[in-house]
């Protein structure tokens, strides 16, 4: 019998595993075809480890996409934030539309091996107690595959980071690995997707069928796609790309995300205008040429719904790209157990309603087809219905109230 190595002793269990089925109800949103197609783009990207400083594999997807899709021009900044364009077939005035995302989610990177324990840091936002007993799967940065899994033992802060021990360690752990809970890819029950990362992949997907679409049915609008890396560890990635500004001018950008659900937000509720985040409020213009694509698309698709609030269980890159000079607006789908944070302390899948994110992609659809549209056009018919239609009640009433005023004006000025 072949002697093993000391590190690879006990062999790795096997990944959790996953379900990537269109949910059977549907609110019809999305024609067949780009239903399978939008499962397709959530499938390649939720199959892809990632975790802060280690995109290398959502990465590999977009620029597979790009590949796929030669129309769209592809540029990628020297901090590998990835910019595709489709650059329309008509020249348009006015700022180019941008929908952003970011690629990673909360993760372990590998540090060390000290007094005989393997120690990896935690990045991203995500409280310390329910890191202990939770296990992880790590992953080889350059090919992306599983080399190891263990389990959390002692948590210390450091600075903004996690330095954790590990125990119960199976399989090839060393450096040039990293972590993500060791958790299912994604499952599709009823209509809810529950994945080890909704935040942001869900978002990034939502881009690449935005941006299929958009070279499928040639639209005249030009559209930009940005993935940015390390947004979980304080936008970083977001702040190199706006650093270098000259990518983003000219750009108007919607910021997309999973954001933790809300009395006014609910899982399943349609996706969210999502007006502002834990730290500003976002452009007016941008979020009410958002919020009148949604009534428009509610009124010729009645099924399709949405939700608009103040998403402020978290901070999105929107702030971000505002406080830049840089115009920004969002929208977001509600998300169950943000950032893995289940019930009891315990960390779990994050979960979406895949209907919602449907509505997303039709809703971002309509954005392009309006985006140059006058937006008098639709806000003025809307209040001036309102006033056609009550203005009989205004006036008589404002006769009987004024007549009053008059009288005892009249009485007044009377000897
Ligand atoms: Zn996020």
Same mark, same amino acid.
């Given at each position: 019998?072949a002697?093993?190595? %000391?590190?690879?002793?006990?062999?790795?269990?096997?990944?959790?595993?996953?379900?990537f089925e269109?949910?059977?109800? &549907?609110?019809?949103?999305?024609?067949?075809?780009?239903?399978?197609?939008?499962?397709e783009?959530?499938?390649?990207?939720?199959?892809?480890? +990632?975790?802060?400083?280690?995109?290398?594999?959502? /990465?590999? =997807?977009v620029?597979?996409?790009?590949?796929?899709?030669p129309?769209l021009?592809?540029?990628?900044d020297?901090?590998?934030?990835?910019?595709?364009?489709?650059?329309?077939?008509r020249?348009?005035?006015?700022?180019? *539309? !941008?929908?952003?995302?970011?690629?990673?989610?909360? #993760?372990?990177?590998?540090?060390?091996?000290?007094?005989g324990?393997?120690? %990896?840091?935690f990045? #991203?936002?995500v409280?310390?107690?329910?890191?202990?007993?939770?296990?992880?799967?790590f992953f080889?940065? !350059?090919?992306?595959?599983?080399?190891?899994t %263990?389990?959390?033992?002692?948590?210390?802060?450091?600075g903004?980071?996690?330095?954790?021990?590990?125990?119960?360690?199976? #399989?090839a752990?060393?450096?040039?690995?990293?972590?993500?809970?060791?958790?299912?890819?994604? $499952?599709v029950?009823g209509t809810?997707?529950?994945a080890?990362?909704?935040?942001?992949?869900?978002?990034?997907?939502?881009?690449?069928?935005?941006?299929?679409?958009?070279?499928?049915t040639?639209q005249?609008?030009p559209?930009?796609?940005?993935?940015?890396r390390?947004?979980? +560890?304080?936008? $970083?990635?977001?702040?190199?790309l706006?650093?270098?500004?000259?990518?983003?001018d000219? *750009? %108007?950008?919607?910021? *997309?995300?999973?954001? @933790?659900?809300?009395?006014?937000?609910?899982?399943?509720?349609?996706?969210?205008?999502?007006?502002g985040?834990?730290?500003s =409020?976002?452009?007016?213009? /941008? +979020?009410?040429?958002? &919020?009148?694509?949604?009534?428009?698309?509610?009124?010729?698709?009645?099924?399709?719904?949405?939700?608009?609030?103040?998403?402020?269980?978290?901070?999105?890159?929107?702030?971000?790209?505002?406080?830049?000079?840089?115009?920004?607006?969002?929208?977001?789908? !509600?998300?169950?157990?943000?950032?893995?944070?289940?019930?009891k302390?315990?960390?779990a @899948?994050?979960?979406?309603?895949?209907?919602?994110?449907?509505?997303? /992609?039709?809703?971002?659809?309509?954005?392009?087809?309006e985006?140059?549209?006058?937006?008098?056009?639709?806000?003025?018919?809307?209040?001036n219905?309102?006033?056609?239609g009550?203005?009989?009640?205004?006036?008589?009433?404002?006769?009987? /109230?004024?007549?009053?005023? =008059?009288?005892?004006?009249?009485?007044?000025?009377?000897?």
């Amino acid at each position: 019998m072949a002697r093993r190595s %000391a590190e690879s002793v006990r062999e790795l269990a096997p990944a959790p595993r996953s379900r990537f089925e269109l949910p059977r109800s &549907h609110r019809g949103v999305l024609a067949e075809a780009e239903r399978a197609l939008a499962m397709e783009h959530a499938r390649a990207l939720l199959e892809a480890p +990632t975790a802060p400083y280690a995109e290398d594999g959502p /990465i590999a =997807v977009v620029r597979a996409f790009a590949r796929e899709h030669p129309e769209l021009e592809c540029t990628e900044d020297r901090h590998a934030n990835v910019i595709l364009r489709w650059p329309g077939t008509r020249h348009t005035k006015g700022p180019t *539309l !941008a929908y952003s995302a970011h690629l990673d989610h909360p #993760g372990f990177l590998y540090a060390q091996k000290r007094r005989g324990a393997h120690e %990896a840091t935690f990045h #991203g936002g995500v409280p310390g107690r329910y890191l202990p007993g939770a296990r992880v799967r790590f992953f080889d940065c !350059a090919t992306r595959t599983a080399r190891a899994t %263990a389990c959390v033992e002692t948590v210390r802060k450091l600075g903004d980071d996690y330095v954790c021990t590990l125990a119960d360690v199976a #399989g090839a752990l060393g450096p040039g690995t990293f972590g993500m809970w060791d958790l299912t890819p994604g $499952v599709v029950r009823g209509t809810r997707l529950h994945a080890r990362v909704c935040d942001d992949l869900m978002g990034a997907a939502a881009i690449l069928s935005t941006l299929a679409w958009c070279v499928r049915t040639r639209q005249s609008t030009p559209v930009v796609g940005i993935f940015t890396r390390a947004e979980e +560890t304080g936008f $970083v990635g977001c702040l190199g790309l706006l650093r270098e500004r000259g990518l983003l001018d000219g *750009l %108007a950008v919607v910021g *997309l995300e999973c954001s @933790p659900r809300r009395a006014t937000a609910k899982v399943g509720h349609g996706p969210v205008v999502r007006v502002g985040d834990k730290q500003s =409020v976002f452009v007016p213009w /941008i +979020t009410e040429r958002l &919020h009148a694509a949604a009534i428009d698309l509610h009124y010729v698709h009645n099924p399709f719904v949405f939700q608009r609030a103040l998403m402020d269980g978290g901070s999105c890159e929107s702030t971000a790209y505002n406080a830049f000079g840089v115009e920004a607006g969002a929208l977001c789908l !509600a998300l169950g157990n943000y950032h893995n944070c289940g019930p009891k302390d315990r960390i779990a @899948p994050e979960f979406v309603d895949w209907n919602d994110h449907e509505g997303l /992609i039709a809703l971002m659809l309509s954005v392009v087809r309006e985006w140059n549209a006058p937006l008098e056009s639709k806000m003025l018919p809307r209040l001036n219905r309102n006033w056609s239609g009550e203005y009989n009640r205004l006036a008589a009433s404002a006769r009987r /109230i004024r007549a009053g005023v =008059v009288s005892r004006r009249t009485r007044k000025r009377s000897p």
